[in-house]
């Protein structure tokens, strides 16, 4: 019985943890628009590519290439 206790409140935890932490904050997003020409539409963007990710939708990530 406290097997079955323990192993659902694991789980019970681990949905609410997993549901926040994809999510930047606005704060975040201003963070990273700063350096933006445009950092009111850099802003909108993020937001709603933040709102679809939140759905469930797929959203394009870029990758950037590094360089030494």
Do not use: H
């Not at 606005?26 to 933040?50: F, G, P, S, Y």
Request: glycine letters at 2%.
């Amino acid at each position: 019985m406290k097997l079955a206790i323990n192993i659902s409140l694991f789980i019970f935890t681990l949905l609410l943890i997993d549901n926040k932490s994809f999510s930047l904050t606005d704060n975040k997003i201003k963070k990273i628009c700063e350096t933006q020409k445009r950092k009111t539409i850099c802003i909108k963007i993020l937001k709603e590519k933040r709102y679809n990710l939140q759905k469930g939708n797929l959203i394009e990530i870029p990758v950037i290439p590094y360089k030494r």
